[in-house]
């Protein structure tokens, strides 16, 4: 079974619904909500989404596999003044202007 199918039907079932009570309530057909229960089925993000606010779900997604974010620099920047970011920024330039200069070629 679908995983979207699976959260429909445990959605349902939890709300003592039949698939015609929750069809009602999300604005379909009992048939819309049985092909979105059935194993193979493979609805959308938004119709998946509609179904679960009739029984006041919802879905939160969050990204898997990516790199975690570092909040504690984002705020340390956003407490600079903008001149102070600025300043910053220069500075960095200039140090990174400094490094390619004195950096050399390896021969492969």
């Known amino acids: 079974m679908s995983l979207a199918a699976s959260l429909i039907r445990t959605a349902r079932h939890e709300a003592g619904l039949t698939q015609a009570d929750l069809a009602r309530r999300a604005g379909t057909t009992q048939s819309v909500i049985a092909r979105m229960e059935a194993p193979a089925s493979n609805p959308t993000l938004a119709s998946v989404s509609q179904v679960l606010a009739a029984v006041h779900r919802s879905l939160e997604l969050t990204p898997a596999g990516l790199p975690a974010v570092d909040e504690t620099q984002i705020v340390e920047q956003l407490r600079m003044t903008p001149a102070h970011r600025l300043a910053r920024h220069d500075a960095s330039q ?4 400094k490094l390619v200069r004195g950096a050399r070629r390896v021969a492969r």
């Open 94 to 97: 200039h140090n990174l202007r």
